[in-house]
């Protein structure tokens, strides 16, 4: 397919998200375009194998304030505690889209955004580093319609990427998270050891996500 075509055709994507973070963020000024767009495979719980395609947008990296505030909540509260501080902050800065379920009816077949409510990168000689916060349950790898199921959930999404660029993402939504001193971020305890959530994950032109 033509990119012409194929930017025509997904726009309306990227601009369904755009507009569900302003409905979440009344009175907000939003970028007309993502700051950060990333692509990436789920990894199927069932049989560990890379499926449909997730795109996670970010709208803007959370502050130095709000990471400080964070930090705090976490190390008073846990992770309970983070969540509640990050909701009283009442800023959204980016969604995770989901896939849509086929066969299922027109509304069942669109994207399904998450809202993420917290994202900070580290770039360190190791390589790069994402961290995003979501309040809502990621399905990532579970059946599509499971996936969908919405309900208010502490989610971090901590995603290393290689020498080559692409990146792995592994998911938590429990209690092993901790305070990294050396990198200054908060990061799942056991992070070797958990399964891959997202692999092939890209950084791509943030004019665009796929309705794959």
């Given amino acids: 397919m033509h990119a012409v075509n194929l930017r025509s055709i997904l726009a309306p994507v990227v601009g369904a998200a755009i507009c569900f973070l302003a409905a979440q963020r009344p009175g907000a000024a939003l970028r007309e375009t993502p700051l950060e767009h990333f692509s990436a495979r789920a990894v199927s719980i069932a049989d560990n194998q890379p499926e449909a395609r997730v795109d996670i947008l970010v709208n803007r990296w959370s502050t130095d304030d709000e990471w400080t505030r964070a930090r705090t909540a976490l190390a008073e509260g ?27 009816g027109a509304r069942a077949r669109l994207r399904l955004p998450r809202n993420l409510v917290f994202a900070r990168e580290i770039r360190a000689k190791e390589g790069r580093r994402v961290i995003l916060v979501a309040d809502q349950h990621l399905g990532l790898g579970e059946s599509r319609r499971e996936a969908r199921i919405d309900r208010d959930e502490f989610n971090l999404l901590d995603v290393r990427f290689g020498p080559d660029g692409t990146g ?42 796929t309705t794959k």
Avoid at 78 to 83: E, I, R, S, T
Avoid at 170 to 192: A, C, F, H, V
Wanted: charged share 30%; net charge positive; no cysteine.
């Fill in 78 to 104: 846990g992770p309970a505690g983070l969540l509640d501080t990050l909701h009283h902050l009442r800023q959204r800065v980016g969604v995770v889209l989901m896939p849509g379920v086929g066969a299922s």
């Fill in 168 to 209: 792995v993402g592994k998911l938590t939504s429990d209690t092993n998270i901790r305070y990294d001193k050396e990198t200054k971020m908060i990061e799942m305890e056991d992070y070797g050891k958990r399964p891959a959530r997202l692999v092939d994950v890209r950084v791509e032109k943030s004019d665009a996500a």
